[in-house]
């Protein structure tokens, strides 16, 4: 079963390309009135989350549309909590929350201690077969989960926060507890990761969402080692991981088994490069903000980035999803630069 | 007029001390029952911030209870929008939000052309001369502003956010309106600051809360440059920039005018020292978080911190403002152990 186009993949590896292939994190969604248009017909986001079909039909979508060189799963990184025993709600307003957090030990020893993640996570199995299915080869799908320090924040805090201050509370007051819920997180992760292989995922990426609110220190302590540990669990498989903010511990996130790594707009191509040297694929890292220019500007934005790669072991995308707002247009601007261009 | 205790201006100076000294940004209200007290008494917070009695009054407490080298005016950053012509509420739950935002030329061109500072934020300025009374020059006084880009992204957004896209996306879309608004921001900061000075202020800091969502260009071309004009406006004066989260740009932070610089807790000692060697005071950066464990905890974290100091040019604080659910007793913890540090 070979790919038509197979790029994404073959950036992973490390491997002479034509061009540098090209996709947006949040590709599925959002922005597109098709998206909107299916979704209007059903109901909220965990509904549609959680219907295959409709997974399928959005997460193929940009490769219609926008001609994306990869497709990734329409799916949300919290229904590995959900699954390990903390059901969450999503609000259109407020965003995600739980309804119980993680805290104490006790509140731990509620949680689901052996799940069948294939069970509990059917469904999101059975849109990556239907997907790739639907797909037919024309481009690699990749499957996805956050990064054990993001999730661990999501059940300790049930919700969002500027400061995560509970969630760091606990690395310093109850540093045992952290490494047992960061560990349950990892296991079920792996599992998870596993399945969406055999379900169809060609590819995998990790996405840290809140790596930047710690410390070098703590990061490396409650972050990178379970990353790690998720990652030698994966070799051989191109796994990107995305450790959002994170700039202070780019030096030890280089050092990761993992064949390539998402950078924010806020992190510099030339240094990550002299980090990680040939040993592993950069991915990023237009500020997903550029796509409000015109044409023109986000034309030469494009190119002035893909300029600065002093190498060509690259994938190109943005330095973040890509914001609800964005007009689709600008996106094509953005992926045509990016096809058209000339090594 | 000399200072009883002038620790604080002498490590500015990057004069020898007898040990290093010690306060914390938000010390001023919020973590202290005796703030509360008097706070219940009256209305909501922009109400105490405009009341000098009570602002004096907050702004000395820490000296007394805590025991802190330095007083810190309690006001709030976005005094400066307001008095450009943009009124904020601050509610409880959401945090501050402006009924009207700036996103066009237009909007712009209802803002106050000219304002009187002296007039407009009067009550800060009485407030200091009160607090510089009352504090019987025991420590020193520092007054203070948020940078431009901060107050900027509050004048755009109307509101914190997550992603702060619509400040950002003027920076792309519309980067002349952006350097107008700016630059006005700064003028009236100088202002501002100028006053405070004269009121009684000793010292000056810029907050530069959402520093860390610029990429290192943007913050250098829409940030930094703003922080270099207004410090330059303040040669001899002992101003400290603290551009929280921008991890990214230290290199260029380290090349400011100004006499220090604050870090966050993810940004490194070590190394920023080695980007100012010896020409600037550093101020930082214990995790607040750190102060939720116990005596002992707290004592080894923040030993551990004065170890790692290669320079005697620090003052120590945290790394951001004191969580507001913070046991003052273990702030007392955290001070004490600093003050018995012997170099």
Redesign the interface.
């Known amino acids: 079963m070979s790919l038509k186009n197979d790029l994404y993949l073959r950036a992973h590896k490390g491997e002479k390309l034509e061009r540098y292939p090209v996709w947006l994190m949040r590709q599925a969604g959002r922005i597109l009135p098709e998206y909107r248009a299916v979704r209007s017909k059903m109901g909220g986001f965990k509904e549609l989350v959680e219907t295959p079909e409709f997974a399928a039909e959005v997460t193929i979508q940009p490769v219609d549309i926008l001609d994306v060189d990869a497709a990734i799963i329409f799916s949300d990184i919290l229904v590995v909590p959900e699954a390990m025993g903390l059901p969450y709600q999503m609000s259109e307003q407020r965003g995600p929350w739980f309804e119980n957090t993680i805290r104490t030990e006790e509140q731990f020893a509620l949680l689901d201690k052996k799940i069948d993640v294939h069970e509990r996570l059917s469904y999101v199995f059975e849109a990556l077969k239907l997907t790739k299915k639907e797909l037919k080869d024309r481009v690699p799908l990749i499957g996805f989960a956050g990064a054990p320090w993001t999730i661990f924040c999501y059940m300790v805090e049930g919700k ?1 926060s ?2 995560f ?1 509970e969630s ?2 606990l ?3 109850k540093p045992d507890l952290a490494h047992e819920l960061l560990n349950r997180i990892s296991d079920v992760t792996i599992d998870y990761l596993k399945g969406q292989l055999e379900a169809g995922a060609d590819a995998l990426q990790l996405f840290d969402s809140w790596a ?5 220190e ?1 990061y490396a302590k409650f972050g990178i080692s379970y990353i790690k540990k998720i990652a030698e669990a994966f070799e051989g498989v191109p796994l990107t991981v995305f450790s959002k ?1 994170a ?2 511990s780019l030096e030890d996130i280089a050092k990761l088994p993992c064949s390539a790594l998402g950078l924010d ?4 191509i030339r240094t990550t490069r002299e980090l990680v040297a040939e040993t592993k694929t950069l991915q990023g890292n237009l ?4 796509l ?3 044409a023109e ?1 986000i034309q030469k ?1 494009t190119i002035n980035m893909l300029k600065s790669f002093e190498s060509h072991r690259h994938i190109v995308n943005l ?2 999803g890509v ?1 609800p707002d964005i007009d689709p247009e600008k996106v094509k601007v953005f992926i045509k630069t990016v096809k058209n261009y000339e090594f």
């Open positions: 969002g500027k400061t201050s760091r509370k690395l310093y007051t930047g609110i710690l410390g070098r703590q903010g700039v202070a707009w806020s992190m510099d500020d997903p903000c550029v409000y220019g015109t500007f934005a330095g973040h914001y």
